[in-house]
């Protein structure tokens, strides 16, 4: 079972739509036990990194999330809020990984929000299996991770930033594979099979 965490952030719908297609079986809940006995979870986001930390702090799912061993895979806010600090909001993390979200600075060149396909590249992880560099994924974000050692994806808006990260049993996406066709069902496969 695959629990997909709500902690009121944003659209779940895409993400449930992906899971369908892929024939897994799943659940939306905010319930610890539940959470703790799933054997994938997943905390997808869509929103503001402060609202995000400060809705888990609401639910008491900070130390949950933590100490979960099984794969976790966040998604956007989901991926940010499990740094160690967001420039939004100005907020402390999860501190899963050791990395930190800054914005984007606007640019003739560099747009915000960064909306859109965009490459990923530096591919270091069984979550992009079967998958080349320079893939196209989708992205909606005004914020993003820094590089750092946790980095197994990058891609590039002005700078070059982690698009995926990687802690011991916890992962992230910045980019969401489940609006980014054949190649993001291809990660969230591979997820479920981790």
């Known amino acids: 079972m695959i629990a997909i965490i709500d902690y009121k952030m944003g659209n779940l719908r895409s993400v449930e739509n992906a899971l369908k297609r892929l024939g897994a079986e799943f659940c939306v809940t905010a319930d610890e036990k539940i959470i703790r006995a799933a054997d994938r979870v997943l905390l997808p986001g869509v929103g503001n990194a402060a609202e995000a930390m400060q809705n ?21 806010v989901g991926m940010q809020v499990m740094c160690r600090h967001s420039e939004e909001g100005d907020v402390d993390c999860l501190n899963i990984f050791d990395s930190r979200v800054k914005r984007f600075v606007p ?8 909306m859109g396909w965009n490459q990923i590249g530096n591919l270091e992880s069984k979550l992009f299996k079967g998958l080349d560099g320079g893939s196209y994924v989708y992205f909606v974000h005004s914020y993003y991770p820094e590089l750092c050692p946790d980095t197994i ?7 070059m930033f982690s698009a995926a990260l ?4 916890f992962y992230g996406t910045q980019f969401h594979p489940e609006k980014s066709g054949d190649v993001g069902e291809r990660i969230i496969e591979n997820f479920l099979k981790l």
């Open 56 to 76: 888990l702090r609401d639910a008491d799912l900070v130390d949950v999330i933590r100490s979960l061993r099984r794969p976790v895979l966040g998604i956007c």
């Open 166 to 169: 990687k802690y011991e049993n």
């Open 153 to 159: 994806a990058t891609s590039r808006h002005g700078v």
């Open 107 to 114: 640019a003739p060149d560099v747009k915000v929000p960064h």
